[in-house]
């Protein structure tokens, strides 16, 4: 019984948790910087937006390229499955009020991509 009041209390934190996470994320994002670790190169440009919706969807503009699709966190994990393509998965490092940062890997090279809430 008490293991099972402590899987039910532990499920509860999580989804707790992870309800603040989707608060949180819910906006617009702007790109700062666009980090590619090994040559320091940023390829931000002002060029990268994200708008993270309260219903689990999201639009985005990389470059020239806008795209749509759902979006789900799940242990420190973003997934992003745009319409037609492939899931998507990207670490987050940081998630507050103002700044959301990503650490992703695109052909086996290291990025951090840091946005802000666009006001």
């Known amino acids: 019984m008490k293991k099972a009041l402590g899987l039910i209390?532990?499920?509860?934190?999580?989804?707790?948790?992870?309800?603040?996470?989707?608060?949180?994320?819910?906006?617009?994002?702007?790109?700062?910087t666009w980090i590619t670790e090994s040559t320091g190169a940023?390829?931000?440009?002002d060029n990268v937006y994200f708008n993270f919706k309260g219903d689990?969807?999201?639009d985005s503009k990389i470059g020239g390229q806008?795209?749509?699709g759902t979006y789900k966190i799940a242990n420190g994990l973003l997934y992003s499955t745009p319409?037609?393509?492939?899931?998507?998965?990207?670490?987050?490092?940081?998630?507050?009020t103002d700044t959301l940062q990503f650490v992703m890997s695109r052909s086996g090279e290291k990025?951090?991509?840091?946005?802000?809430?666009k006001k």
């Open 111 to 117: 990025e951090i991509l840091t946005l802000l809430r």
């Open 9 to 32: 209390f532990g499920l509860l934190l999580i989804s707790c948790s992870n309800s603040e996470e989707y608060e949180k994320i819910a906006g617009e994002w702007n790109c700062t």
């Open 83 to 96: 319409k037609g393509k492939l899931e998507i998965g990207v670490e987050i490092t940081t998630l507050n």
């Open 66 to 68: 806008e795209e749509s």
């Open 56 to 58: 689990k969807t999201y």
């Open 42 to 45: 940023d390829r931000c440009r």
